[in-house]
């Protein structure tokens, strides 16, 4: 039920604080989240470095992560983009507050037994791997093919340094 209630609270959290007037502008960054995510379950099926546990209401990690790609990721861009605040101290703050809201998030999915970790990965990678996802949204939104460029050589970087194995991909 929890995980029924987070969505909800996305949804309304977007609803709420969106910028819904500039919404197509927040498209292409929407679908750069979504498309990574998506890219990591597919490069790390057989090796996931974490995985969403099943629930009585949510059977797999599949199912749940689709819930969290289409509804909690646009919803967090659309708010995080359009109230991205302008003075670098304002954005550093910004910025620490989406880490450690996402941050929260994670550590309550852990001990309520929602999700897990596996081959190397912690909360702590996850942390980090927050303090750069925030900043490449907003690097998305700003300058795109920069974006992807820096995600490829973070993508094999992240890979290697976890070991994913290539005869593990799908």
Known sequence: MYIIVRMLLWILAAWRWGD???????????LFVILLDLLY?????????????????????????LFVSFISYPSVV??????????????????I?????????ELVNNIMGLMSYHNGWN????????LVQLPFIRLHYKKPLLA??????????LLLLFKVPVSKMK
């Not at 507050?97 to 998030?105: G, Q």
């Not at 992807?148 to 970087?157: R, T």
């Open 97 to 105: 507050f989406w880490v450690t809201l996402f941050s929260i998030v």
């Open 20 to 30: 819904w007037r500039n919404w197509k502008n927040y498209q292409s960054t929407f």
């Open 148 to 157: 992807y460029g820096l995600s490829v050589l973070i993508i094999v970087g």
């Open 123 to 130: 909360f702590g990678w996850s942390v980090i791997f927050y």
């Open 78 to 95: 659309f708010i995080y983009l359009g109230r991205y605040p302008t003075g670098w101290v304002k954005q550093v703050a910004w910025i």
């Open 41 to 65: 379950n597919f490069l790390t099926y057989n090796y996931p470095l974490w995985v969403y546990d099943p629930t009585d209401i949510i059977p797999n990690h599949t199912l749940n992560n």
